[in-house]
């Protein structure tokens, strides 16, 4: 996925980029719902990476595909998987309807402190963070 946005701060080899809205933004149903909230202008502090840019200047920012896949997954689909597999294995073992039902709730915690503890340890990895790949070229 790829954003573009104004720097806006630079300070020890960091960015502070503010997010521009794209044309995107106006046919989206949920459009109204990022001016409520605030986040209609999104800053992110990014690390500039040798990169010579200046405040003032536009740049564009790129989240690789793989890594929002793979957030994805580990958000969506892991407890989903976990859990539903805890419900079979109970089903198919007690024949209760009940028990298949508790082990599918207690699944689908157990995978959110994983994901939890997952993000302790590797939240700040920078497999899952935006990068600046360089000045805009167009404006």
């Known amino acids: 996925m790829r954003e573009s946005g104004q720097?806006?701060?630079?300070?020890?080899?960091?960015?502070?980029?503010?997010?521009?809205?794209?044309?995107?933004?106006?046919?989206?149903?949920?459009?109204?719902?990022c001016h409520i909230s605030g986040t209609a202008k999104r800053q992110i502090r990014l690390p500039l990476n040798g990169l010579s840019v200046e405040v003032g200047d536009f740049v564009d920012i790129e989240t690789p595909a793989r890594s929002l896949l793979s957030a994805a997954f580990l958000i969506f689909i892991f407890p989903l998987l976990l859990s539903g597999t805890a419900y079979f294995v109970v089903f198919h073992h007690m024949q209760s309807q009940g028990w298949a039902l508790v082990a599918f709730f207690v699944c689908f915690i157990i995978a959110e402190l994983c994901i939890m503890v997952f993000d302790r340890l590797f939240g700040r990895s920078t497999f899952f963070e935006p990068k600046i790949i360089g000045k805009k070229t167009e404006y």
Request: net charge negative.
């Open 7 to 33: 720097i806006i701060e630079i300070r020890e080899g960091f960015a502070l980029v503010c997010l521009n809205t794209t044309a995107s933004c106006a046919s989206c149903a949920a459009s109204g719902m």
